[in-house]
C-alpha cells in the first residue's frame, strides 16, 4: 500500500467552507472520570480490516480469529471498518454476533464497503445511508477528481438503548492516490453531515490516507475535534503510527504518523483515546492497528 501526500491548489467548496466554524477544540486533560460516566461510556473504534487477498500466515482465514480476539479483548461495542467486503463482513457479523450496515461502492453496491458493526443488544439503528464522495453524491458507483476507485461515506442514526440518547456515527476512506480527490471528498462528506453534526452528538471514523498536517484533516478540524486531543486520559497503546503494513518491528515501516482517525463534536465527551497494537508472535489481525476510544454522549453541548 503506498499514498501520495503532495497536496494541489483547490477552489473551496463554499457550503463545506460555511460549514467550518462552529465547534471549538477543546483541552479537557486530566479531569476526572465519574462513576456514572464509567457506567454509560461507549467503546467505538476505527478498524481498517484491510481486504482478504493475502497469503498465509496474513490470509483472511488466518487474520479472522485474530480479529476477533482483538476486538472482544478490547470489548468495542461500535467499530467504523474500512475495506470490508462481503465475505468478511459475514465472517465478523457471526463471530462478534453484531449487527451491520452500509452498502458497497460499486454502482452494484458490491465491493469494498464502510460497514458499521455495532451491538444489538445495546444499539439500536433507526435509519442509515450511504453517499459517495463525488461530484454526484446519490450516484452509486461515482468518482471524480481523478479518484483511484469509488469512495463512500457510510452514516447511521442509533438509539443508545443504556441511556435513550440518539447519535450519529459515521465512517469513511479518503482515496489513496488523488490528493484532489481527499480534499473534495471530505468537502463533500462534511457538508452532507452539517446537519447531524449540529442537531445529535455525532462520530466520524475513518481511514483518511492523510496525516493531521494534510488538508483533509484539517479540514475536518474546522469542523470536528481529534478524539486524541481531547481526551481526558493519556493517549495509550502503539506508536503514533496507524498503518504498519504487518511490520512488528517500528523501524521497518513507512508511516511514523496517524492516517486512522476518530472525530467527535462537542456533544461527546472523551474519556480515553488508544490504538491498539495487537501483534502476537509477530502477526497481526490487520496492515492498520485499531484506534479506539471511550465515550459518554451529552445531554448538551461542552462550552
Not at 454502482?107 to 464497503?113: A, L, Q
Not at 517500528?250 to 492516517?259: A, F, G, L
Request: hydrophobic share 35%; proline share 5%.
Amino acid at each position: 500500500m503506498s499514498f501520495s501526500f503532495r497536496m494541489k491548489p483547490v477552489v473551496l467548496m463554499t457550503a463545506a467552507a460555511a460549514a467550518l466554524c462552529f465547534v471549538a477544540a477543546l483541552d479537557l486533560s486530566g479531569a476526572q472520570i465519574s462513576k456514572d460516566a464509567e457506567k454509560d461510556l461507549i467503546r467505538v473504534a476505527t478498524y481498517n480490516v484491510r481486504g482478504p487477498n493475502d497469503r498465509a500466515p496474513n490470509s483472511w482465514r488466518d487474520r479472522l480469529p485474530r480479529m476477533v480476539k482483538t476486538i472482544r479483548d478490547n470489548k468495542f461495542e461500535l467499530i467504523g471498518t474500512q475495506e470490508t467486503l462481503s465475505g468478511p463482513i459475514k465472517d465478523l457479523a457471526e463471530a462478534l454476533k453484531f449487527s451491520y450496515f452500509g452498502v458497497g461502492r460499486d454502482k452494484r453496491k458490491g465491493d469494498e464497503h464502510n460497514v458499521i458493526f455495532y451491538d444489538p443488544e445495546r444499539f439500536e439503528m433507526i435509519s442509515q445511508e450511504t453517499f459517495w464522495l463525488s461530484d454526484e453524491p446519490t450516484m452509486p458507483g461515482s468518482s471524480s477528481w481523478d479518484s483511484g476507485c469509488p469512495r463512500i461515506c457510510t452514516w447511521g442514526l442509533l438509539l443508545d438503548r443504556r441511556t435513550g440518547k440518539r447519535f450519529v456515527i459515521a465512517n469513511t476512506h479518503l482515496d489513496n492516490r488523488s490528493a484532489m480527490a481527499r480534499i473534495q471528498g471530505i468537502n463533500v462528506l462534511l457538508t452532507r453531515l452539517a446537519p447531524m453534526i449540529e442537531k445529535y452528538p455525532f462520530i466520524l471514523t475513518g481511514d483518511f490516507n492523510s496525516t493531521a498536517d494534510d488538508t483533509p484533516v484539517r479540514r475536518v478540524l474546522g469542523v470536528l475535534r481529534d478524539s486524541r486531543t481531547v481526551s481526558e486520559t493519556d493517549h495509550y497503546g502503539a506508536g503514533d503510527e496507524t498503518f504498519h503494513d504487518f511490520h512488528e518491528n517500528r523501524k521497518d515501516r513507512s508511516h511514523r504518523k496517524p492516517i486512522d482517525f476518530i472525530f467527535v463534536n462537542n456533544r461527546v465527551r472523551v474519556l480515553s483515546h488508544g490504538t491498539i497494537n495487537d501483534f502476537r508472535n509477530g502477526l497481526a489481525s490487520s496492515d492498520h492497528f485499531p484506534v479506539t476510544v471511550e465515550i459518554v454522549l451529552l445531554d448538551t453541548p461542552e462550552q
